[in-house]
């Protein structure tokens, strides 16, 4: 069989010149690896990201104030107004919109942010508090060590009632179960009736916050508090998956019948993740590019070494086509040689990169990597193809060698 | 597999100087005969080799071969004519330097289509046939000047061609093994095959039991 003895005559002068052919693949090698490690912590960073927009609850809602296209539309005007918020620059959501969208079709729960920043009296600093309606327990998954969420009582009765975070709890109450005790904020007695507990730091809140640090207060209490009657956004929670699109028609109905269109932003979680998801693909394609230059680069070694190889052999080409070997056989055993030196030099760049993107967050606890079985195979045919490509030159050149050359080289 | 040479002219262009190499060559080789190419270095008797292996073309002129008209055939016939018709050996050998004996030999067969544990069965036949059923394994730089004359005998006779061409076959070898590797193809001659040895020694020349004299491109019956 002829192309048995391609490949035999292949690995045989791969293993022939050991040292030439690895430093020939190591380009290729890089390459590849290069191209994995990039994917993977692109990936990676995908995963991170759409599993925390997932971890603040599905299906969901976000009104935000002003006019903010987060997926520009088809075949819309260039000229439309793109911030309304920034045009308008006032916020005009109040929460008498969350109140307006309670219980409405397709609605299961509505809560809202109100940011704040308070004095704290025990440790002597300003923190930073949120102010939530009590659908956030329905809205966001709270991990709840004791104790229980605001209820509607103390939110309607506007009491100073706090949920904080385990750090929070740790500092202010040396971490025992607090329940039921006090701190001052703003010289004033809130008692704790809820402690929040994540385990891992990276577990960030929806307003990429750490959630240990966290002190929730009744959106009531802080709003009265600050004389202020605007909510930095709202978070709806649709009664199903099949109803948000329901639930996104009642919201814009009602929002309308008490706003102008460009006062106010609906976005569904998924367009979000949408975007996320579309802008991080672009990163992860955009470094794998940069580094699939660097397989470039191998490829031109490998037809370097493959041209020093029908050089050095001249005389071998010679003697196999005395013996019978025609074109083709010698043109396949120089091509096979190739593809050989980049399919090994791939597979190993392979491994280097599955266990470099592996072993990278166990050095770097913030960097998250994927390997994505596309990239795999991509990067593979892509080593595949750079072996063809520089090695069919070569392979021509020495299928085109004439026999009787050939014989008298030294 | 008569051979049959016709008013053969073969020339290389040098920039713009052409050399002829063969003038008007023309003559017959019979299948079984033995028949050395006698004739000084430059006297274009490898040249005449080539054309007749097949590994080179005519300038001018025709060679029949079996009675078929060899300038008409392509690359991938001549190919299959020198694999399966045509053994050659050459003066250093020629052997694959990281191929052991065997693999050297098993090639021929390999390139001729033959399932490869058949190549590889023929190959060691071939070799224990030459004596060198100790050697099988070696490589080429293992083995001695005669010892790779005769696995590059080996190589040539493993798909059982009807022609052997010789190229200086004992020129690399001390007396006695340039002794031994005639005596091989004195055996082969008598087993039917056509032996044509091209050398520049008169000595050779006598175990032929034909001699062709060629100087400056032509070629003379002694």
């Given amino acids: 069989m002829r192309v048995q003895e391609s490949f035999r005559s292949s690995i045989k002068s791969l293993f022939h010149n050991k040292l030439r052919s690895f430093l020939t693949m190591l380009g290729i090698i890089i390459g590849i690896f290069s191209v994995i490690m990039l994917t993977s912590i692109g990936e990676g960073i995908k995963n991170q990201v759409t599993s925390q927009v997932e971890s603040l609850g599905a299906n969901l809602l976000y009104i935000f104030p002003g006019k903010v296209e987060l997926v520009p539309r088809r075949g819309q005007s260039k000229l439309g107004v793109r911030n309304g918020g920034f045009v308008e620059s006032k916020n005009t959501l109040t929460y008498n919109d969350v109140l307006a969208l309670k219980g409405k079709t397709g609605i299961s729960a509505v809560s809202c942010i109100f940011p704040g920043v308070d004095w704290l009296d025990d440790l002597k600093i300003f923190t930073s508090t949120t102010g939530v309606d009590e659908d956030d327990a329905i809205v966001t998954k709270f991990n709840l060590k004791y104790g229980r969420f605001i209820n509607k009582n103390e939110r309607v009765r506007k009491e100073r009632a706090a949920v904080i975070g385990d750090q929070a709890n740790k500092e202010l109450f040396k971490g025992k179960n607090s329940i039921g005790k006090t701190f001052k904020l703003n010289g004033k007695d809130y008692k704790v009736i809820g402690i929040l507990q994540y385990v891992k730091p990276e577990n960030l809140g929806p307003q990429g916050d750490d959630m240990n640090v966290k002190i929730y207060l009744p959106v009531t209490e802080m709003l009265d508090r600050a004389k202020q009657k605007n909510i930095s956004q709202i978070m709806v929670k649709a009664a199903s998956a099949q109803s948000v699109g329901t639930a996104e028609k009642t919201v814009r109905d009602i929002m309308l019948k008490r706003h102008r269109d460009i006062e106010f932003t609906v976005i569904k979680q998924q367009d979000m993740l949408t975007a996320i998801n579309n802008i991080l693909g672009i990163l992860t394609a955009g470094l794998g590019g940069i580094a699939a230059i660097s397989l470039l680069v191998g490829g031109i070694g490998i037809m370097n070494i493959m041209l020093v190889s029908v050089t050095e052999r001249t005389r071998e080409i010679g003697v196999r086509k005395a013996i019978g070997a025609n074109r083709r056989d010698i043109l396949i055993q120089f091509l096979i040689e190739a593809v050989f030196l980049s399919i090994i030099g791939g597979l190993l760049g392979l491994a280097a990169g599955i266990s470099g993107a592996r072993l990278l967050p166990s050095v770097f606890p913030m960097i998250h990597t994927a390997v994505s079985f596309t990239a795999v195979l991509i990067a593979l045919l892509f080593a595949l193809l750079v072996g063809v490509f520089f090695g069919v030159y070569p392979a021509r050149l020495a299928s085109k060698l004439d026999p009787i050359e050939a014989l008298r080289s030294e | ?222």
Avoid at chain 2, 37 to 53: A, D, H, R, Y
């Fill in chain 2, 1 to 222: 597999m008569g051979i049959n040479i016709q008013s053969l002219y073969k020339s290389y262009i040098n920039g713009d100087e052409t050399t002829e190499v063969l003038k008007d060559v023309s003559f017959q080789v019979e299948d079984g005969q033995f028949l050395a190419i006698v004739g000084p270095s430059g006297s274009g008797k490898s040249t005449l080799m080539n054309i007749i292996g097949c590994l080179d073309r005519p300038t001018r002129g025709t060679y029949y071969l079996a009675g078929q008209d060899t300038g008409s055939l392509g690359d991938r016939r001549l190919a299959a004519i020198r694999n399966k018709h045509i053994g050659f050996v050459f003066q250093s050998f020629n052997l694959l330097p990281q191929y052991t004996a065997l693999e050297n030999v098993e090639l021929a067969g390999l390139y001729s289509n033959i399932p490869p544990r058949t190549a590889r069965e023929k190959a060691r036949e071939a070799l224990i046939s030459l004596g060198l059923e100790n050697r099988v394994k070696y490589m080429p730089n293992q083995l001695s000047g005669g010892q790779k004359q005769r696995v590059a005998i080996a190589r040539a006779i493993v798909n059982s061609p009807s022609i052997i061409l010789a190229d200086e076959p004992t020129g690399s070898l001390d007396s006695k093994t340039g002794r031994e590797v005639l005596d091989i193809f004195n055996g082969l001659n008598r087993e039917g095959k056509t032996v044509i040895v091209v050398t520049h020694d008169p000595a050779i020349a006598q175990e032929a039991n034909r001699i062709v004299n060629i100087k400056d491109g032509i070629v003379r019956e002694a």
